[in-house]
């Protein structure tokens, strides 16, 4: 999975403008270059709901995505693993709460899905998207939109890092803080014990036995990594040149892989599923 922060658009308006600089010449006097057209980009089209969403009701989320030529994209990446289709992400702005979606996409390109939202607030809506590759296409790319839930919120801080999180009787655990470096390929291990405090046997969920989803505290930032049966195409995330899979061995053992941009403050939320429940236990994480 790849990361996009919102610190990446004015530089891109910024790259636009210098190569039309360079490209001008001749006598000053001959009056100022014509402003140049604005960037072809993906987009999110006819985004649904318009207006704020209701706390605890199903809410339509609906929307297509925009190609660079005006079309609906409507050709996806599938098969096996979890790099494949759209993934809708809706976290609020204080980190608290998390939705991750996989809805369909009609054939027209309209995605369109059902979420509730158990907490008022401002929520980021992340949607990742991989398109099916070309010859030197993308791999898969990021769009951003806010989303607010209806009612008095107040955010709250982040908790400090805690070793161990209960979730439904489940308990995910990590041995201690890991030591992360910003763009540093690591792994975290993790075990998850159910009620019994036996291991549970993982089941696949989005095409993965864990996602591992990466925020950053304020600029929410993003990240994302799997952890996969062995032979799962689709597994490794890449940010520039380097990599990092997540591994798994014995039932309820976990390596996650950590591959963050920058330092800071990051939420990492890992999701698994484990007799028909989908846990999501989340962790406050420094980057150096």
């Known amino acids: ?75 996806y990446a599938t098969g096996d693993g979890p790099h494949t289709g759209v993934h809708v992400m809706y976290v609020r702005s204080d980190l608290s709460e998390i939705i991750h979606r996989h809805p369909p996409i009609a054939a027209d390109g309209t995605i369109d899905d059902q979420v509730r939202f158990k907490a008022p607030g401002r929520y980021r809506v992340v949607v990742d998207a991989y398109p099916k590759q070309a010859a030197g296409g993308l791999k898969n790319f990021q769009l951003f939109r806010w989303l607010d839930v209806a009612g008095e919120a107040k955010d709250e801080p982040l908790p400090a890092f805690a070793a161990e999180q209960e979730v439904d009787g489940y308990t995910v655990r990590m041995e201690s803080a890991p030591d992360l470096k910003a763009l540093d390929a690591s792994l975290i291990d993790v075990t998850v014990t159910d009620p019994k405090g036996r291991p549970p046997t993982l089941e696949p969920y989005f095409g993965a036995l864990a996602h591992a989803i990466f925020f950053r505290e304020q600029s929410l930032d993003y990240f994302h990594t799997h952890v996969c049966t062995p032979g799962t195409p689709g597994c490794t995330s890449t940010l520039g040149g380097a990599q990092v899979t997540g591994k798994t061995g014995a039932p309820g053992k976990l390596s996650v892989g950590v591959l963050l941009p920058v330092a800071g403050t990051w939420r990492l939320f890992i999701q698994v599923r484990a007799n028909g429940k989908l846990l999501t236990a989340p962790f406050t994480l420094t980057v150096k």
Not at 7 to 15: N, T, Y
Not at 32 to 58: D, I, N, Q, R, Y
Not at 60 to 73: H, K, M, S, Y
């Open 1 to 75: 999975m790849g990361w996009r922060s919102k610190r990446l658009v004015p530089l891109l308006v910024a790259g636009v403008l210098l190569v039309v600089a360079g490209c001008g010449g001749g006598d000053e006097a001959a009056g100022e270059l014509p402003a140049p057209p604005p960037a072809k980009t993906f987009a999110l089209a006819g985004f649904e709901p318009v207006g704020k969403a209701e706390e605890g009701a199903k809410t339509d989320v609906r929307f297509a995505i925009q190609q660079p030529d005006g079309r609906p994209l409507t050709a």
